[in-house]
């Protein structure tokens, strides 16, 4: 019993465990060789996920049969973490930034 959304959300895990090692250097075609450049590729995939999960919704609600509710869910979950992710590494961003400036040289 493995639906579709299962098996992505599996291989995300399996890609995010690889770049937590350290053995896998680029994401898709694009290399992310910085900070700032692996923050780009962050907010891409974040931009992605709630692209694709309101198509799904979309097509659900119109009532296509090639999508299930717990596709829709699950996509729609993943979009919400990924935000809520992404919002809290602003938040972290910021902080360290304002700690930077506070400091004196």
Same mark, same amino acid.
């Given at each position: 019993?493995?639906?579709? *959304?299962?098996?992505? *959300? +599996?291989? #995300? +895990?399996?890609? +995010?465990? !690889?770049?937590? #090692?350290? %053995?896998?250097? =680029?994401?898709?075609?694009? *290399?992310?060789?910085? =900070? *700032?450049? !692996?923050? $780009?590729?962050?907010? #891409?995939?974040?931009? &992605?996920? &709630? &692209? %694709?999960?309101? %198509? $799904?919704? @979309?097509?659900? #609600?119109?009532?296509?049969? !090639?999508?299930?509710?717990?596709? /829709? ?10 935000? $809520?992710?992404?919002?809290? /590494?602003? @938040?972290?961003? +910021? ?8 400091? &004196? /040289?």
């Amino acid at each position: 019993m493995t639906s579709p *959304a299962f098996v992505d *959300a +599996l291989q #995300q +895990l399996s890609s +995010l465990a !690889e770049q937590a #090692q350290g %053995t896998a250097s =680029f994401r898709g075609n694009q *290399a992310a060789t910085s =900070f *700032a450049g !692996e923050l $780009q590729v962050s907010l #891409q995939r974040i931009n &992605q996920l &709630q &692209q %694709t999960a309101g %198509t $799904q919704a @979309n097509a659900f #609600q119109a009532g296509s049969s !090639e999508v299930s509710l717990s596709d /829709v869910m699950a996509d729609s979950q993943k979009a919400s973490v990924a935000f $809520q992710m992404g919002v809290q /590494v602003r @938040n972290r961003l +910021l902080t360290a930034y304002k700690d930077v400036m506070a400091m &004196q /040289v």
